[in-house]
């Protein structure tokens, strides 16, 4: 199986911030990373695919980099509503579509 | 516009039974694969469970396998999970996503529920 590590576990920033998390698997999974945004009590939701792909109608302060086994999430501009927690997912290996274990984002 | 919307949920004793639902709307459901993800208090999330479009290929998580059921009703437009000998570590919140993937065949879960509470206590 392939395990997904994410650092930080959480952090603290302010409005306005450059915010990067990293996302590790422990294996190569070529650029079948998507990260995803999860909020209390709302459904979560999918930022970007592809390790690097926006998905559409996602704020362009988003970002995915990376390939093989090292990724990373940066957000440029923190704003007020995107502080939630943040998880990878590796998409690689079909059906068990590995999550790492969350990255809080709080104030 | 796509609408994914869990019930089911509630308190159950542990080695009970309960029946999640997953209800879709605004997409052709019987052409996608869906899942079944969940998130335990204090932890991550969990890929719980996959079905095929026509209900054919089912896959589990170690976790569960024996203990889950995934089916889906394609006339009905829902998405099933049989849960059976519950414990205590299955409470969580159970989410249902739909599957997708792109030209370059990568594949991600784009739409989801928000989710129902299971809590599996005596």
């Known amino acids: 199986d392939i395990q997904m590590t994410q650092s930080p576990s959480s952090l603290s920033a302010s409005v306005g911030d450059r915010v990067t998390i990293s996302c590790r698997a422990s294996q190569t999974i070529a650029s079948n990373l998507n990260w995803y945004q999860v909020k209390p009590g709302r459904a979560p939701e999918l930022l970007i695919y592809g390790a690097s792909t926006l998905r559409g109608g996602v704020p362009s302060r988003f970002s995915g980099s990376g390939s093989g086994t090292d990724f990373t999430l940066t957000i440029s501009s923190l704003q007020p509503e995107d502080f939630a927690t943040y998880y990878c997912q590796q998409s690689y290996i079909t059906p068990q579509f590995t999550f790492g274990p969350g990255t809080k984002v709080d104030i | 516009q796509v609408q994914l919307v869990e019930s089911g949920g509630g308190v159950v004793q542990p080695g009970k039974s309960l029946r999640l639902s997953c209800a879709a709307s605004?997409?052709?459901?019987?052409?996608?694969?869906m899942h079944w993800v969940r998130q335990t208090p204090g932890k991550g999330l969990e890929w719980v469970a996959t079905l095929s479009y026509d209900g054919r290929n089912k896959y589990y998580a170690d976790s569960v396998k024996g203990r889950f059921t995934i089916s889906r009703d394609n006339s009905r437009n829902t998405l099933y999970l049989q849960l059976s000998s519950l414990r205590p570590e299955d409470t969580a919140v159970y989410y249902c996503a739909r599957d997708n993937y792109d030209s370059h065949a990568y594949f991600y879960f784009d739409y989801w529920g928000p989710g129902t509470l299971v809590t599996v206590s005596s």
């Open positions: 605004g997409f052709t459901f019987s052409s996608y694969v």
